[in-house]
């Protein structure tokens, strides 16, 4: 199977999702390769015309020696269109551009809907992003969930050349979109030092375009005693050493999301602290009111707070690879794989033990999305009567493999539901940790 990714090289989080995805099928003996499709030279394009799929992260060529790209093709064009811009994001740069762009405005909301409506497969990495995906498409189209899986022992590697400033220190070094900036916490840095006396945090990856702002805001809330803001920014292998001079990560992307920067912050050991709905994150802190955040952040700093007891593993390269590989098998027609006994499934396996068998991988199970395609349920029972379905199947996956011939001896399969079923709109906590209450906010902050 050969698969060639085509994203931009601008070294962003999107861009290094598609290089692990690469990499990681290289290894499970995939001809795998990330392109560059703005090479002025072309390198390596013409390589690319018998590939049996195109991996669209940013733009596929439409020209290639003044002709079109895919009539070039010698198979069957086929593309996968991973959706890496968070759904409220790319409507609001698009409605951005609109206002001030006359030429090419819109572009990522028309660039995601032509990718809803004429892909070979739509691949997500946000639970939450697939389930709106799911719902702005057409009633038999398929969201796939693929992990976001990372590097963990080039994370996991480093060291310490020092302790940075502040007990404890916050680092974060988010993208400046408005979505994920730690502006919020910039603002009112001072009611949490009223607590943690020399807490210091540290932001920096600021355009210089952002950062005279920033000066004047630090500046006037006083925040610009307990801060370090700038618009330095490292590579990877330096990255990694600061996750090991710092006490937490403060992941500031809203709604709860997780990213590539959060995965690698886990990776590397650093507890990671974000919004609830963030499954590998340490500790949660309220959305919504500032104040309630400084709440949470005040007592996690203290250690009043024990960490997720939920927290889930950080995927890895491999498992992503193996989770998108199966989706390619299924656009292509192919039989699929079965990772967990290195075999491939028979097609005449019921379509629900198939994808039982395919998310069969662990304690990252539920994470797993079904690839049939789902119903777009009406009711809270339709959703409750699918997912009883669904995770049943995982159950008796044991019965379906015995009868491939596999070796069960070294397999461990789930024999209880992985995770409690859904309620059709969860209900976030109001408290982020509701065993430990937060220490009670300054009188300077108090409502």
């Given at each position: 199977?050969?698969?060639?990714?085509w994203?931009?090289?601008n070294t962003?989080g999107m861009?290094?999702?598609a290089?692990?995805m690469a990499r990681g099928e290289?290894?499970?003996g995939?001809?795998?390769k990330l392109?560059d499709?703005f090479?002025?030279?072309h390198?390596?394009?013409?390589d690319?015309l018998?590939a049996?799929?195109?991996?669209n992260?940013?733009h596929?060529?439409?020209?290639f020696d003044?002709?079109?790209?895919h009539?070039?093709?010698t198979?069957?064009?086929?593309w996968?269109?991973?959706?890496h811009?968070?759904p409220e994001?790319?409507?609001?740069?698009s409605?951005?551009?609109?206002?001030?762009?006359?030429?090419?405005?819109g572009?990522g909301?028309a660039?995601?809907q032509?990718?809803?409506?004429?892909a070979?497969a739509i691949?997500?990495?946000?639970?939450r992003h697939?389930?709106?995906?799911?719902?702005?498409?057409d009633k038999r189209t398929?969201v796939?969930?693929?992990p976001m899986g990372?590097?963990v022992?080039?994370w996991?590697?480093?060291q310490s050349?020092g302790h940075?400033a502040?007990?404890p220190?916050?680092f974060?070094?988010?993208?400046?979109?408005?979505f994920?900036?730690?502006?919020?916490?910039?603002?009112v840095w001072?009611?949490v030092r009223?607590?943690l006396d020399d807490?210091v945090?540290?932001?920096?990856?600021?355009?210089v375009?952002?950062?005279?702002?920033v000066?004047?805001l630090?500046?006037?809330t006083g925040?610009?005693?307990?801060?370090v803001a700038?618009?330095?920014?490292y590579?990877q292998?330096?990255?990694?050493?600061?996750?090991?001079?710092v006490?937490f990560?403060l992941?500031?992307?809203?709604?709860?999301?997780?990213?590539?920067l959060?995965?690698e912050?886990?990776a590397?050991?650093?507890?990671?602290?974000?919004y609830?709905g963030?499954p590998y994150?340490?500790?949660?802190m309220?959305e919504?009111?500032?104040?309630?955040?400084?709440?949470d952040l005040i007592a996690?700093?203290k250690?009043?707070?024990?960490?997720?007891?939920?927290k889930?593993p950080?995927?890895?390269?491999?498992?992503m690879?193996r989770?998108?590989?199966?989706v390619?098998e299924?656009v292509l027609d192919r039989?699929?794989?079965?990772w967990?006994v290195g075999?491939?499934?028979?097609?005449?396996l019921?379509?629900m033990?198939v994808?039982?068998l395919?998310?069969?991988t662990g304690?990252?199970?539920h994470?797993?999305a079904?690839?049939t395609?789902r119903?777009?349920p009406?009711?809270?029972?339709?959703?409750?009567?699918y997912?009883?379905?669904?995770?049943q199947a995982?159950?008796d996956a044991?019965?379906?493999?015995?009868?491939?011939?596999?070796?069960l001896?070294?397999?461990?399969l789930?024999?209880?539901?992985?995770v409690?079923?859904?309620?059709?709109?969860?209900?976030?906590?109001p408290?982020?940790n509701?065993e430990?209450?937060?220490?009670?906010?300054?009188?300077?902050?108090a409502?």
């Open positions: 199977m050969k698969i060639r990714h994203c931009s090289p962003s861009h290094r999702v290089a692990s290289l290894m499970l995939v001809d795998a392109m499709p090479d002025p030279a390198t390596g394009w013409a690319t018998d049996d799929l195109h991996v992260h940013t596929i060529p439409e020209l003044g002709k079109a790209f009539k070039q093709c198979k069957p064009y086929r996968a269109f991973p959706v811009g968070t994001l790319v409507f609001e740069m409605v951005r551009e609109g206002e001030t762009n006359g030429y090419n405005a572009m909301l660039q995601h032509r990718g809803m409506q004429e070979d691949i997500a990495f946000v639970p697939r389930d709106l995906y799911d719902l702005a498409t398929i796939d969930l693929v990372v590097d022992a080039f996991q590697g480093g050349f940075y502040g007990r220190a916050f974060n070094c988010e993208n400046a979109y408005s994920k900036w730690a502006v919020d916490f910039l603002r001072p009611w009223q607590e807490a945090l540290h932001v920096t990856n600021i355009p375009t952002l950062q005279r702002f000066d004047v630090i500046a006037r925040s610009v005693f307990g801060t700038g618009s330095w920014n590579d292998a330096n990255l990694r050493n600061i996750f090991k001079q006490d990560y992941s500031t992307v809203r709604y709860g999301d997780f990213n590539r959060s995965l912050a886990g590397a050991g650093l507890p990671v602290i974000s609830p963030n994150a340490d500790y949660w309220r919504g009111d500032s104040r309630f955040a400084v709440r996690i700093g250690g009043d707070v024990a960490p997720r007891s939920e889930l950080i995927p890895t390269e491999e498992e690879a989770s998108a590989i199966n390619y299924r039989p699929r794989t079965n967990l075999a491939q499934l028979a097609d005449a019921d379509p033990i994808d039982a395919l998310s069969t304690p990252g199970l994470q797993s079904p690839t395609p119903p777009k009406s009711t809270a029972r339709e959703l409750q009567s997912y009883q379905s669904y995770y995982v159950n044991a019965t379906s493999v015995a009868a491939l011939g596999a070796d001896a070294s397999v461990e789930p024999v209880e539901l992985p409690e079923l859904p309620p059709v709109i969860p209900e976030p906590s408290e982020p509701p430990v209450r937060p220490a009670a906010l300054p009188a300077a902050v409502e």
